[in-house]
């Protein structure tokens, strides 16, 4: 049976799930990195993270391209670090039943994160009263 | 097999930061879920991190996503020009000088506050 090929070499070929989720990891990588540094610098470089307070996220809520920029962060991140967790897994848990309690928790943890993370992007609208108050740090 | 040397050190390295970014996400997506709870109770969550202990914790998760970045870089340098695994041990202490490099003035800024070092990044007034 063929198992965990989230690392190793190269799939030669397939369509499998497999070589789908070797891909995945690597297409999704390329994007995370330019998402994620740059979050990290906005987030506490460029404005500190005591600062970065309800008043702040309103306002860049405000744009949707930073909601579109958020989620997009969250859901490669979500999958690439949850399918990392798999294949850990996949490595490490050789009982059968125990292999299907763990996979089948990292599959509904992925589903209740994304769908949290998801929610709260979509959904936020900031509390009339505080706008258009000034950003404040904390 | 290569027990010992740098690809081992290299694996290792990335899998453990790999799990500890996840974790921070995990914890990440519930502290942003607050947003919808309102100010106070989101500013109260956001005030923890801005704590030096917190402040510490990020600095070893800006360094895990660095090297984890980094890295991945290499991984995929190697998975995609097959002569670049002649390389890979040298590209690793790239890694490392490469991910050193950037952590270091990140962290200025991250664990200047707590010292009270000029960050420049808390504008007057707000």
């Avoid at chain 2, 790239?94 to 003035?105: D, G, H, M, N, R």
Wanted: proline share 5%; aromatic share 14%.
């Amino acid at each position: 049976m063929r198992i965990s090929t989230g690392y190793g070499p190269r799939p030669a070929s397939g369509t499998g799930f497999e070589t789908f989720s070797w891909y995945f990891m690597r297409w999704s990588a390329l994007g995370l990195i330019f998402l994620v540094i740059i979050h990290l610098l906005l987030n506490h470089v460029t404005t500190d993270v005591s600062c970065t307070s309800y008043e702040l996220i309103a306002a860049r809520y405000t744009n949707p391209f930073w909601r579109l920029y958020d989620w997009l962060l969250l859901t490669l991140a979500l999958l690439h670090g949850m399918n990392g967790l798999r294949v850990v897994i996949d490595d490490y848990v050789r009982s059968r039943s125990w292999r299907l309690v763990l996979q089948s928790s990292v599959g509904a943890l992925t589903l209740i994160f994304f769908m949290l993370g998801t929610i709260t992007l979509i959904t936020f609208q900031p509390n009339p009263s505080i706008l258009p108050g000034l950003p404040k740090c904390l | 097999m290569y027990k010992g040397q740098s690809g081992m050190w290299s694996w290792l390295l990335h899998r453990v930061a790999g799990l500890g970014i996840l974790l921070f996400l995990l914890v990440h997506i519930v502290d942003i879920s607050l947003l919808n709870f309102g100010p106070t109770v989101y500013d109260e969550g956001i005030a923890l991190f801005g704590t030096a202990i917190v402040r510490l914790i990020s600095l070893a998760l800006i360094a895990a996503v660095l090297y984890h970045a980094f890295n991945g870089v290499r991984i995929i340098l190697i998975d995609f020009w097959p002569k670049a695994v002649r390389f890979q041990a040298a590209m690793f202490a790239i890694v490392l000088v490469v991910t050193i490099v950037c952590f270091l003035p990140m962290a200025y800024f991250v664990i200047g506050p707590v010292f009270g070092w000029p960050t420049g990044n808390m504008p007057a007034g707000m």
